[in-house]
């Protein structure tokens, strides 16, 4: 096992300089021009000044050495300097990116357990009314966008009731877990709506075909208990595709969140992300989409490791 998890490890080594790369030659072709956003429009009418920041900058160097250059002083630790702020890259993501974990992990433990459970019995208690319910609510979940859901709820729970804050991720005067932990109700609970339809359906689906399976019925013809065949024969087979589902939801968590972080005015990395590349501020949206391709990675490591772990015959076959 420790050889197939080396193994996994070392090959995300060139993928990720791969990805890179690409990322850093696909923003050479949008037509950025960075030095436009570094000076003010009375030097842009001057030529000479443009060019002679171009060159000190290094932007007339050739592709590949500004390519290695940025990925030399990313590998020490330098991710570099916001063009349209000037902030440091390192200190603006380390700022905001406990912001973005703390909403996506959030969401991602409250849509697991409420969108597996509710599955899992709607598979075994097939169209009875949780079934029903379960149904209609994927189907729903799925369907109706992420932002109208933000604003129903700020529309709803804020606004209306008064009950939760409508934006921000902490008041002006409060610093304690539970102002914290009530400014992260509205948004923790529309990303998790959108996120329980998908496992509801996929565990609904996935359970339903391991019961309907050859094994299942015999290990009930021996006379096991049917909470035993369902979570010791059932439950574990069941898992292997909802969790391809949940690795996979950690990337989008990290660059996904967006919407929710733009509706609800939360502090986090789909923030910075939007406004870099309304901006043309590159740099960042070279670093962030970098970060986003990483957790992909990882998310696809940890399926493989996950799945190996599950189905031997992985591991034995690799």
């Known amino acids: 096992m420790l050889k197939f998890i080396v193994k ?27 030095i436009y956003y570094m000076i003010s429009p009375d030097m842009a009418a001057n ?23 940025w990925l030399g002083d990313l590998l020490q630790g330098n991710f570099g300097y916001s063009i349209v702020s000037g902030s440091s890259i390192k200190t603006v993501i380390a700022q905001r990116l406990p912001a973005t974990l703390e909403l996506s992990a959030f969401a991602l433990v409250l849509s697991t357990i409420i969108g597996i459970t509710i599955g899992i019995i709607s598979a075994i208690k097939q169209n009875g009314i949780i079934d029903y319910i379960g149904r209609v609510f994927a189907v729903v979940g799925q369907a109706i966008p992420q932002f109208f859901f933000g604003i129903s709820m700020i529309l709803i729970f804020a606004i209306k009731l008064g009950w939760f804050p409508t934006a921000g991720r902490m008041s002006p005067e409060g610093v304690g877990f539970g102002d914290r932990l ?27 075909g391991v019961l309907n399976s050859d094994y299942i019925k015999t290990a009930r013809s021996k006379g096991i208990p049917e909470w035993k065949v369902y979570l010791k024969h059932g439950f574990r087979n069941a898992m292997r ?78």
């Not at 090959?11 to 790369?21: G, N, T, V, Y």
């Not at 970060?291 to 996950?306: E, G, K, R």
């Open 182 to 208: 009530w400014h992260l109700v509205l948004p923790g609970v529309t990303l998790t709506l959108s996120m329980c339809a998908v496992l509801m359906r996929y565990a609904r689906n996935t359970m339903l």
């Open 47 to 69: 030529t000479d000044n443009i060019e002679a920041l171009r060159e000190l900058y290094g932007f007339n160097d050739p592709l590949l050495v500004r390519y290695f250059r």
């Open 241 to 318: 595709p909802v969790l391809v589902i949940l690795c996979f939801r950690l990337p989008m968590l990290i660059g996904g969140s967006v919407v929710i972080e733009e509706v609800f005015a939360w502090p986090g990395i789909g923030t910075i992300l939007t406004q870099a590349v309304v901006s043309g501020d590159y740099p960042v949206i070279l670093v962030t989409t970098l970060m986003v391709a990483a957790a992909m990675l990882v998310a696809s490591f940890l399926v493989d490791v996950l799945t190996a772990l599950l189905d031997p015959r992985v591991r034995i076959g690799e």
């Open 8 to 34: 996994k490890l070392l090959q995300m080594i060139p993928m990720l300089l791969l990805i890179s790369f690409i990322v850093f030659v696909g923003l050479q072709f949008t037509g950025i021009d960075p």
